[in-house]
């Protein structure tokens, strides 16, 4: 029979998650034990720690952090994976904070609950843990990131990791996509988030100028340089130095930018004295840096120094199941500032800016937001508030709405007709597809059949069926 010892738990007051998740994992050859709540959990490890721990975070018994922090004290080598369906920079980030081996946000994927199990048990030695990580301040002014998405999910993910890591990283994401706030959310919840977290675009500083922003300067060292300055380097040290846009840099800079990420240390311009400043390096660009190099314009030592870890953003229109609760949180924040009173969107506004795809990203959203904040007469921002621009993405109707429309014919049909309503409404949206994607390639039959996932022999064989089928009268 199995001890404890062998067994992994699964820890959630929610029946029907440990369900299918214990019964994911014994299909997977695991012995598992459940418990709906820390209380007996707790209770059972009077007799010896498990082989791993799935727990989740939200439980009226104790939080699951808390559990997590209970746990480690005693069985520090205990893998435990954290299950939530807040997922978020916090939640993450203070999960690997205590200790956590993974995090899995809900809804999840059965299979990838199976592989971090199994990388739970294949561990040989425990991850080192930060000695007393301090809990970071969380300035109230500076938001977290938002997102549900899968790949906002990832993201979290890599966050709550790479919080805790000393790591150079390298965010690349388009322009408007939120760089600075991944490069705060990994300040903000490292062991560096009491010391200060400096920010620099390359791109904004002159040429000329960017060297002494970065490293300072002595009185005298050039004209105008009337009084020492301390570059950015020195403001940041101990903490962390956000370069933006760092593919901008000129080629000589990257020469000294070089020689601090690698000796730590640099002069002032002008100056004799030896500085040296223990920084984390975090760099953002929305260039493509390795097609850069092969074009001699940025230095293949640098990036290797400088993407140790890398860090892609989604655009928004990668993300478009983020855009309803982006737009509303930006309302919310934008009416409460500017004191215009509540506003909402309604349903056919939501459409129009999902159908939008966005190139200025998450900023640009934004700044709609507070234009509509100021502008929009009525509690209910409706299409005719939107720029010109934004009502035309609402011609073409969300998923919900033909959703809706077709439970409406459905029920309909039932209720009248019977027998053989369901092949009717399969010819219906067939021909609907067909049409459409002939119409969208101008009849190019190849292009149409690329564009559904058939082959265009099937495109033929439905075009000739459709055609034989439609005189009905």
């Not at 067994?7 to 959630?12: E, F, K, T």
């Not at 746990?71 to 980030?93: F, G, N, Q, R």
């Not at 020689?259 to 929305?286: M, S």
Request: proline residues 6%; charged residues 25%; neutral net charge.
């Amino acid at each position: 029979m199995p001890t404890d010892a062998d067994c992994l738990w699964v820890i959630d007051d929610d029946r029907s998650v440990r369900f299918v998740l214990s019964e994911a994992l014994r299909d997977a050859g695991f012995q598992v034990r459940e418990f709906d709540g820390p209380g007996p959990a707790l209770a059972a490890l009077t007799k010896g720690p498990p082989a791993a721990v799935f727990t989740d975070v939200r439980m009226p018994e104790m939080d699951g952090l808390k559990l997590l922090n209970v746990l480690k004290a005693d069985h520090p080598d205990l893998p435990i994976v954290v299950m939530s369906a807040y997922t978020d920079v916090a939640s993450t980030a203070g999960a690997f904070r205590g200790g956590a081996h993974d995090f899995l946000s809900k809804p999840f994927d059965l299979d990838t609950a199976v592989a971090m199990a199994r990388r739970a048990l294949q561990r040989d030695e425990p991850e080192p843990e930060p000695a007393n990580a301090p809990e970071p301040a969380r300035p109230r002014e500076t938001p977290e990131l938002v997102g549900e998405a899968p790949a906002m999910r990832e993201l979290f993910r890599a966050i709550g990791r790479l919080a805790q890591a000393p790591l150079s990283v390298l965010i690349i994401g388009e322009t408007g996509t939120g760089k600075e706030l991944v490069a705060r959310a990994l300040h903000r919840h490292s062991p560096r988030a009491k010391a200060p977290f400096v920010a620099l675009n390359t791109a904004a500083i002159p040429a000329e100028l960017l060297e002494s922003e970065l490293f300072g300067h002595e009185p005298g060292a050039f004209t105008g340089a009337a009084r020492r300055h301390h570059g950015r380097f020195e403001q940041a040290n101990g903490g962390t130095l956000f370069l933006d846009e760092i593919g901008d840099m000129p080629a000589a800079l990257q020469t000294r930018l070089l020689r601090v990420l690698a000796e730590g240390e640099f002069f002032r311009i002008g100056g004799r004295e030896l500085i040296h400043v223990d920084v984390r390096v975090i760099a953002a660009t929305h260039q493509p840096l390795d097609a850069l190099v092969e074009q001699g314009r940025f230095r293949a030592d640098l990036l290797h120094r400088l993407d140790v870890v890398r860090l892609n953003i989604p655009a928004l229109r990668q993300r478009r199941e983020d855009i309803g609760a982006l737009a509303q949180r930006f309302l919310a924040d934008a009416v409460a500032k500017l004191g215009t009173g509540a506003k909402r969107f309604d349903r056919a506004t939501l459409n129009a800016l999902q159908a939008h795809d966005w190139p200025g990203n998450v900023r640009e959203l934004e700044n709609l937001c507070w234009r509509l904040a100021a502008l929009a007469p009525g509690d209910v921002v409706r299409l005719t508030d939107l720029p010109e621009n934004l009502r035309g993405g609402a011609r073409a109707p969300a998923a919900s709405d033909w959703e809706d429309a077709l439970r409406h014919w459905a029920e309909a049909a039932l209720r009248s007709e019977g027998g053989e309503v369901y092949a009717q409404a399969l010819e219906r949206f067939e021909q609907v597809m067909l049409n459409a994607a002939l119409r969208i390639t101008g009849g190019h039959r190849q292009q149409a059949a690329e564009r559904l996932g058939l082959g265009r022999n099937t495109l033929t064989r439905k075009l000739g069926s459709s055609r034989q089928r439609r005189p009905r009268g």
